[in-house]
């Protein structure tokens, strides 16, 4: 299984980013293989639209959860439609290892 | 002691976090006006739902003289803002949601539950079980 996080930084030592749609960076981390990959995002600087474009994003890589600090009416609303799950961490300053960590923890 | 509040019933959270003025008056840099969600929710039930005080506070889960003393205390603050130029937030209160997040005790995400014939709700994160719906979402200033 596939999970979409927001970081604000390109290493597993950043912390979440707080926001979804205009995230620095998405990092998909596979829980089978192990394996992250960062993903800078493009819509950082959008000016509308961020969040729909970056759930294109993410739901292309085929993710099934996402793990941010905040998600808005709209992108909730297409997440549920997708059947993608979201999971709301309100501690910012959470390392992208710490939730990996959790996330693989059986 | 006071007796602790009741938690009131929200379906959503606003959509915003608040207003701020056009043109701003000069001068002293007016501290927000901080509207609690309740306060919000009953703003939303009476004026924009138009329904009366009675149906908003059993739609609310409080009593009907509790939903007139928040509702009593949203239009102060409304009419402060207004009159002195103030910014308002949203924010906070003793409210609970009952859109479709849930809460983990443990390590304190929020998350939803797609799969609404699975009736064992385990945090997603840390595994644990220890979830519930109607917790206090208690907003702290940040």
Same mark, same amino acid.
């Given at each position: ?26 990092? $998909?981390?596979?829980?089978? !293989?192990?394996?992250? %990959? ?7 600087? &959008?000016?509308?639209? =961020?969040?729909?474009?970056? $759930?294109?994003?993410?739901? !292309?890589?085929?993710? %099934? ?7 808005? &009416?709209?992108?909730? =609303? ?29 | ?142």
């Amino acid at each position: 299984m596939k999970i979409a996080i927001t970081s604000t930084g390109n290493s597993p030592d950043a912390t979440l980013d707080s926001r979804f749609g205009r995230c620095s960076y998405f990092v $998909i981390y596979d829980t089978e !293989s192990g394996s992250t %990959e960062f993903i800078p995002n493009p819509n950082k600087q &959008a000016m509308e639209g =961020a969040g729909p474009a970056s $759930i294109q994003l993410v739901a !292309s890589k085929g993710v %099934e959860k996402v793990v941010s600090g905040e998600f808005g &009416a709209k992108v909730k =609303a297409i997440f549920d439609s997708l059947k993608i799950q979201l999971i709301i961490v309100n501690d910012g300053t959470m390392t992208i290892n710490k939730i990996i960590e959790m996330i693989s923890k059986k | 002691m006071a007796r602790p509040k009741k938690l009131r019933k929200i379906t959503n959270p606003p959509k915003i976090k608040g207003f701020s003025p056009i043109r701003p008056f000069q001068g002293n840099g007016s501290s927000p006006v901080l509207l609690d969600y309740d306060e919000f929710e009953a703003l939303r039930l009476s004026d924009y739902e138009l329904k009366s005080q009675s149906e908003a506070a059993v739609e609310m889960g409080i009593s009907r003289p509790t939903f007139a003393r928040i509702y009593e205390s949203a239009r102060r603050k409304v009419g402060k803002s207004f009159v002195e130029g103030s910014p308002i937030l949203f924010q906070g209160g003793p409210v609970y949601f009952t859109s479709e997040w849930y809460s983990c005790k443990d390590c304190g995400c929020w998350f939803n539950h797609l799969n609404k014939e699975d009736p064992v709700i385990v945090c997603p994160l840390c595994r644990s079980a220890n979830t519930g719906q109607s917790e206090a979402i208690e907003e702290t200033n940040k």
